[in-house]
């Protein structure tokens, strides 16, 4: 059963640090773009980030860009979101999706327009609150 697994979240202080983990089981992650987005209360889910299959392009929204950073290591089948000099406003749940076309199709530079409707696989979740 292929299915993703975020983990990594938790509480943390305004301007401190967490990496979150996006593992894979059942299928690699090789050949896909793995996209992780996030969702506050009452709000709609946001897409932050997206790193292709062969690690060649990364996109990030505006208000991640030079906090957050994605990275991935295809041997141990996981991606990385470091998540630095954190804010209350980055309060949600994230979530890491997969896209097997291994593009960022839906990207342009730090725009992105598709509402996560083209990935094929997606985690459950990992909860981020960073106090003020």
């Known amino acids: 059963q292929e299915q993703l697994v975020e983990s990594g979240g938790g509480l943390v202080q305004a301007g401190g640090s967490l990496r979150l983990s996006c593992a894979a089981s059942?299928?690699?992650?090789?050949?896909?773009?793995i996209g992780w987005f996030r969702q506050a209360p009452g709000k709609e889910r946001e897409g932050l980030s997206c790193i292709s299959s062969v690690g060649d392009s990364t996109h990030y929204t505006d208000s991640v860009k030079g906090r957050f950073f994605m990275t991935r290591d295809n041997a141990k089948n996981t991606v990385y979101l470091q998540m630095n000099s954190l804010k209350p406003e980055d309060t949600a749940a994230y979530y890491c999706?997969?896209?097997?076309?291994?593009?960022?199709?839906?990207?342009?530079?730090?725009?992105?327009?598709?509402?996560?409707?083209?990935?094929?696989?997606w985690g459950q979740g990992t909860q981020v609150t960073v106090s003020s």
């Open positions: 059942g299928f690699t992650l090789d050949d896909s773009a």
């Open positions: 999706a997969a896209e097997r076309r291994g593009r960022c199709t839906y990207w342009k530079g730090s725009e992105y327009w598709n509402a996560g409707h083209e990935y094929d696989y």
